[in-house]
């Protein structure tokens, strides 16, 4: 379906050096109103350098940022209709809650009444309701975190930039707060560049992910597309774990559907048909961990069956993740509900299946 949203912030061409460090290298990216888009990629990416220049912070060497239509680039931070949650908060430890929120439009210069309001507003968006009057050091970092969002969204920006806020939070309280921040995004439609290093919340939160590395954008698109159709070896091992195959393509099928790969762990067959491949071709195949499965020993029926030996166990409940020794290829493989399905030991032998529908690049 056409997505007949209109642009909100556009990013054309941007470059910014810090010496002789390159640190942002012509990125360019369109993003729509109400959209959530993350920048995700390594540390020293440029992720968070894309992000201060945006808001203003950082001046880019080159390059338009252009926001509702308007060139910004000349704009002070405070005139650009921007707001920037930062990872330790900045809050203002000798204001109140609502202190803190009331802060930006009394700078503004908004009258008293609407003020009254718009933080009352604020206080129940975030689910603070009756805390207004509680010292910051009196919260939890939950909470702090929802009036740093409070503030920023106070001033009704066009953009709310959010760099790796939920980093300083412990595991639980990051899911809950990750939650929350989605549902109070889409709730006031407010266009998010969301930064972070954390792959799963980045899949989880965003509508498309912007992936870096070494100051270029390498892929956009949505997590499904990213996390299935990789564009090329660094981002397929860098979104999730992933088993990354070597192999040659010996034959295709006369009706196109299959193909027999030469690959490390011996002949595979996979699913030819939409594939762009040909005899020949020396490929990758993207092995997800989740896609493979682990079976007790039994005789080989199968041309993707394949023996190997339990190396590595990692226990997490729901799941166990296993490292099979595979001719000599470490293979990493996904088992749900052990609890059902039992649990494999230590130096087990164990039969794989490959699953025969991958992703292949050239």
Not at 1 to 30: N, P, Q, Y
Not at 175 to 185: K, N, S, T
Request: proline share 4%; hydrophobic share 40%.
């Amino acid at each position: 379906m056409h997505d007949e949203r209109k642009l909100m912030l556009v990013l054309d061409d941007i470059h910014k050096s810090f010496g002789d460090f390159e640190a942002v290298r012509g990125v360019s990216a369109d993003i729509k109103e109400g959209e959530l888009i993350t920048f995700l990629g390594p540390s020293g990416c440029g992720k968070t350098t894309l992000l201060r220049i945006i808001s203003g912070l950082t001046t880019p060497n080159s390059g338009k940022i252009i926001l509702d239509g308007q060139v910004i680039n000349d704009i002070t931070p405070e005139k650009r209709g921007i707001q920037m949650c930062f990872q330790n908060y900045a809050l203002f430890p000798h204001l109140t809650v609502s202190g803190n929120i009331r802060y930006g439009p009394e700078v503004q210069k908004w009258e008293k009444n609407r003020i009254e309001e718009r933080v009352e507003e604020m206080l129940h968006l975030v689910r603070l309701d009756g805390l207004g009057d509680r010292r910051i050091d009196e919260l939890s970092g939950g909470q702090q975190q929802r009036v740093a969002l409070a503030r920023a969204l106070a001033l009704e920006p066009k953009v709310l930039l959010l760099d790796e806020p939920l980093s300083n939070l412990d595991a639980n309280l990051r899911l809950q707060m990750r939650d929350m921040l989605r549902e109070i995004q889409s709730r006031v439609n407010i266009t998010t560049v969301f930064v972070t290093h954390d792959q799963v919340e980045a899949m989880t939160i965003s509508d498309r992910l912007i992936i870096m590395r070494e100051g270029v954008v390498e892929q956009v698109g949505p997590p499904v597309a990213i996390y299935e159709n990789p564009d090329n070896e660094f981002i397929a091992s860098f979104i999730g774990y992933v088993n990354i195959l070597k192999g040659e393509v010996k034959s295709i099928s006369k009706d196109s559907k299959s193909a027999i790969v030469s690959t490390e762990l011996g002949d595979l067959e996979i699913l030819a048909s939409k594939k762009d491949i040909k005899v020949g071709w020396r490929v990758y195949l993207i092995v997800r961990p989740e896609t493979v499965i682990i079976g007790s020993p039994e005789e080989r029926t199968d041309i993707n069956i394949v023996k190997g030996t339990i190396r590595s166990i990692m226990y997490a409940g729901s799941t166990v993740k296993y490292v099979a020794d595979i001719e000599g290829k470490d293979l990493i493989i996904d088992q749900y509900d052990p609890a059902t399905q039992g649990m494999h030991g230590m130096g087990d032998k164990v039969m794989v299946t490959i699953p025969r529908n991958v992703h292949v690049l050239k």
